[in-house]
């Protein structure tokens, strides 16, 4: 849901105006129309009070779907490595069942599509690819429990372009087909829950 206007203190509006370093860590602004969040002393135009939203780190801007600009870097700066790692994390988190490409991910968390993948392979222990697949492995799994959905749906449904690649994903990852590890789950339906 869109959030309402908000109300910008004085202070900020000052700093977002006259582009004051000195607030660069105290809070971040985005502008709704561009969905763009920059530092308060970034030379950008200065925008419509309007359509600003102040934001505590780049963190929630980046939660709240705004894009860090490439003039001032708002999160290159002020977030160390694994902190961006995180940030990408929780986007894909929220996105898992788009069709996401690194250099998605990469324009959007305002790194090159290089350094990515091996900053968040480096943090991680695995590739932003194997994550997103791990996510939607995840969240199938939970789909094929909880719902009546078939496999193709929910295969479709957490972001696998083509059923027979979710199918054998699954399998090699699970060590069961989708439709086994339903079976298997229902016929446990007599345990407590955990
Ligand atoms: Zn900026």
Same mark, same amino acid.
């Given at each position: 849901m ?8 004085d202070? $900020? %509006?000052?700093?977002?105006? !006259?582009?004051?370093? #000195? ?7 985005? &502008?709704? /129309? /561009?969905?763009?969040?920059? *530092?308060p002393?970034?030379?950008?135009? &200065?925008?419509?009070p309007?359509?600003? *939203?102040?934001f505590?780190n780049a +963190? &929630?801007?980046l939660? !709240? ?5 490439k ?5 290159? @700066?002020?977030?160390p /490595? !694994?902190? %961006?790692?995180?940030q990408?994390?929780e986007w894909?988190?929220?996105h +898992?069942?788009e069709?996401l490409?690194l250099?998605?991910? #990469?324009d ?22 194997? +994550?997103?697949?791990?996510? *939607?492995?995840?969240?199938? =799994?939970? @789909? ?6 078939? &496999? =193709?749906e ?10 027979? $690649? ?10 069961? /087909? ?7 789950? *229902?016929?446990?339906?007599g345990?407590a829950?955990?």
């Open positions: 869109d959030s309402k206007k908000t109300n910008i203190p202070e $900020y %509006w000052k700093a977002i105006v !006259e582009c004051d370093p #000195a607030y660069d860590d105290a809070f971040l602004y985005g &502008v709704r /129309t /561009t969905g763009i969040f920059c *530092r002393s970034c030379k950008s135009k &200065v925008p419509n309007d359509n600003v *939203r102040i505590p +963190y &929630v801007a939660k !709240e779907h705004f894009r860090p600009c003039r001032c870097k708002p999160d290159g @700066l002020q977030l /490595t !694994e902190e %961006w790692i995180e990408v994390v894909i988190d929220l +898992y069942d069709p490409t250099n998605m991910l #990469a959007i968390s305002h790194g090159s599509p290089f350094h990515l993948q091996r900053m968040f392979k480096k943090v991680k222990g695995f590739s932003p690819a194997e +994550y997103i697949r791990q996510v *939607r492995l995840n969240k199938a =799994a939970d @789909l094929l429990q909880t719902t009546n959905q078939s &496999v =193709a929910i295969g479709m449904q957490v972001g696998f372009s083509s059923t027979p $690649y979710f199918i054998t994903l699954f399998k090699k990852k699970l060590g069961v /087909t989708p439709s086994s590890y339903r079976e298997d789950r *229902r016929n446990h339906d345990n829950n955990d």
